[in-house]
């Protein structure tokens, strides 16, 4: 289950979802990775199976600052840029009000240079999509329809190429069904969520790790941090 909705949550930001096919009827519009729409959205997840679920998620993006906020787990993923375009990656616990801070350095030796900007663009989705058509509106913003498979998996993908966005995501796979979709969508406007506070927290250097082994919160979230390979452990 944990892989499944990891690619669905792919799908939404565009982090490396490969969808064999035929090639695209019409090529995913070009990102101009350095003036998009701050934006900010609320998702929705409905798993429907043998077990139901219903999970939600937000997203905060600037241009230089991008938080995935897990609502179900109280956590949050957050991308930082300084000034040399430089990035650094948070894994943020809010219960506990800490902070594993990932430095540029890091981020590089880990192999997940990339994800910042991944996570900020949705730049490659569907690259080699089974199909494309015109969609609706949504909400005002135009959409686009992407169809495809991977991994045993099918998916449709409502794309919203002005936003670099997928409003909604329908993946089936057996008996399994999982609809994640925008609930409510902020753009150029106030939202009445922004980025986590997270000022007060206590922040741990990924390098220091090694040496707070028998720190109780360290032992509690190993587990949700990531190798030396850019996964969880």
């Not at 101009?32 to 905060?60: M, W, Y």
């Not at 616990?93 to 030796?109: G, K």
């Not at 360290?218 to 390979?229: A, G, R, S, T």
């Amino acid at each position: 289950m944990k892989n499944y909705c990891a690619v669905i949550l792919c799908c939404l930001l565009g982090i490396g979802c490969t969808f064999h096919g035929d090639e695209l009827s019409e090529p995913v519009p070009i990102i101009n990775t350095q003036n998009l729409p701050p934006l900010a959205a609320e998702f929705v997840t409905t798993i429907s199976g043998d077990d139901s679920t219903v999970n939600s998620a937000r997203i905060v993006r600037t241009a230089s600052t991008v938080e995935w906020i897990y609502l179900t787990t109280n956590t949050s993923e957050l991308w930082t840029k300084t000034s040399n375009d430089l990035w650094f990656y948070s894994k943020v616990f809010h219960a506990d009000r800490q902070v594993i801070e990932y430095s540029p350095v890091d981020i590089n030796l880990l192999g997940i240079q990339q994800q910042w900007q991944q996570l900020a663009i949705n730049p490659d989705i569907l690259h080699a999509a089974t199909s494309t058509k015109p969609a609706a509106d949504f909400r005002g913003w135009q959409g686009v329809i992407y169809t495809g498979e991977v991994e045993g998996i099918t998916y449709e993908v409502l794309w919203l190429p002005q936003l670099s966005i997928a409003a909604r995501v329908i993946a089936k796979q057996g008996k399994q069904k999982t609809v994640t979709e925008i609930r409510t969508l902020y753009v150029n406007q106030q939202a009445p969520f922004t980025f986590s506070d997270i000022t007060h927290y206590r922040t741990i250097e990924y390098t220091d790790l090694g040496d707070m082994e028998r720190d109780p919160f360290v032992m509690k979230i190993q587990h949700e941090l990531l190798d030396h390979h850019g996964h969880l452990h």
